[in-house]
Every structure is written in C-alpha cells, then in structure tokens.
C-alpha cells in the first residue's frame, strides 16, 4: 500500500537549491575560537596557582620554626601527637553530646609524629654520627626522651632564632644532632621525598607532610593569616590572593563564627550535625504538618509574585 506525497510531506526528497556544507571545518573552526576563549579568560579571571607549601620552602624560610617544630614532635606536644583518631589514640576528639564519634571511627591512619615525622626519616642518611644519636634515641626509654626534648624546647623558646643550641651538661641528649640533621634533610628537599613515599614507593601521599606542616608554631598560621585563611577570617569560604573563593560556603563559616560554636572545641562536628539538621528540615518541609503552613502564615510568596495575582484577581 503506498500514500500520496504532500508537497509538505517531511519524508518528501528535497528538491530545491542545495549548497556544500563542510561539517569538519566547522567543527574546527569552533574548537580553536573556544579553546583560544577559553585559554584567554582562565588567564586572566582564573584562581591563582599559589606554588605549594613544602618543608623545604618552610625550613628555609624559617628554619627556627622548623627545628622548634621538630623538637614538639619529639616530645610529643604537638598537635598531631595529641590529635587521637584516625591517627593515634592520644585524645577522644569530635564528639556530639554522648556519641563519639571521632573515637568510634578508630586508627586507620596510624601516625607517631615523633617516629615518623623525625626518626624514620634519619635512617636514610648515611652520617655516622646521626645514626649514633638515633640510636641513642630509640634505646632511651619514653621519659629520658620526653626529658631530653622537652629540656631543649624550652632551651629553644629563650633563644627564639636559634636553630642548635650547645649541650655542654649533655641534658639534650641526641636531640642538637638529630634536629640539625633534620633541618639539612628538608632544606635540601630530601625530607618531602622521604615522607611522601615512607608508605608506597609512589609519591602520592601527602598525609605526613601536611601533619608536620600543620604541627608548625608561626611559619604557617602566619602565612593563613595572610591570606585570609584562618578560621577567624571565615577562611574556609576564601581563596589565596585577592580573588573572590567558595561563597557558598558563607553558612558554615558563619556558625564558627558566633557561640556557643566558636569556642567549642567539638565544632566541626557541630556545625556539620546543625547544617545537616536544617537540610533535612528543608527536604522535608512539606511533610512537615507546622513547618509546611508557614508560606501560608507569612506569604512572602505573594510579595514577590504581586503583579502574577494582581492579573489573577483581575
């Protein structure tokens, strides 16, 4: 059975003028004016590319602050010493009311800041005499190293610059040797590498690094501060530099802002247990039997769509 053809039939074949059309130079030409666009515009509005903080640009900017830093770690008064879980069991962390969470989680990144950050990576090194003071250090027993470390922290926080101090009583033990080859290691680069790969032969982890680095007195809270990053500044919700960040963030950084959030050290797990709460409040508003007659008590909605109901009751 056939059917009769319409001069407006779509299945019709088309008879009137044609012209050639080349798909592939246009597809070109688009790809080259929207790469060049592109390219354009993220050099000029893109966000900064900041080089990375490592422990060699921190050991040679402030090479005080690094040995200080490396002395905490030693006697265990840093804050990733006393961080607890998913790193050690030093502290219960978060916790929300009776729930533990942060504790509840476990270690599953065990870390000892000390072992870790400052002994392991000495082993590489092949100076007699460092190799002497790190077994010095790990055939002393837990005191006489907390004794050794903490006596030259405070020697340290009198002599705010100094990066070795003179143990002429030998109350420091190995600690002058071992934390003056440390600063060597990571001004020389070696210490990024060895922590990167301490784990997997593939520098891809960044975990003890970016502990160690956190762990520092001055060198990088100072550098936060600059750039608008610390927690005081709404950090969270900024970019490096001068350039608009997350705004999107503003509602997070707002509560760590006011009380009873802002000097509670559980926080993190209170803001996020509170945001959580009011998203679930707004997914579920119109099941909601109080909450879903509020537009009908407060009906903001007619304020902004006035002209829409003006027409309607006309």
Known sequence: MT?????????????GPTRSYDLIKEFVIALVVVAILAGGLAAVFSSPDDPALTLKSWSTADPAD?????????????????????????????????????????????????KDFVISPLLIL?????KQAVNEWNVATADAQTKWATAYADALAKSPKSTSLEDAAGAYGPVPTITTALLTMAQN?????ALT???????????????????????????????????????????TGSWPGQSWLWLFSFF???????????ADTQVMSLLGLLTLLLMF??????????????????????????RKKA
């Open 189 to 193: 680069g070696a210490l990024d590498g």
């Open 256 to 266: 760590y802002q006011v009380e009873p959030f802002k000097s509670s050290e559980n």
């Open 197 to 239: 790969t301490s784990d997997t032969p593939l520098p891809t982890n960044f975990t003890k690094p970016m502990l160690f680095i956190a762990d520092s007195g001055t060198y990088f809270p100072d550098l936060a501060s600059a750039q608008h990053l610390s927690g005081d500044q709404w950090g969270v919700m900024n970019e």
């Open 3 to 15: 059917r009769a053809l319409s001069k407006h039939d779509p299945a019709k074949k088309w008879s």
């Open 66 to 114: 690094f040995v200080q830093t490396s002395v905490g770690e030693l006697a265990g008064t840093t804050t990733s010493a006393g961080y607890g879980a998913p790193y050690n069991t030093a502290a219960e962390g978060q916790v929300l009311g009776p729930l533990k969470l942060q504790k509840w989680a476990g270690v599953r990144i065990p870390i000892n800041p000390a």
């Open 285 to 310: 508003l119109p099941l909601i039997p109080l909450l879903r007659r509020i537009p009908y008590r407060i009906p903001i909605h007619r304020l902004i769509w006035r002209d829409w109901y003006r």
């Open 126 to 130: 092949p100076d007699a005499a460092v």
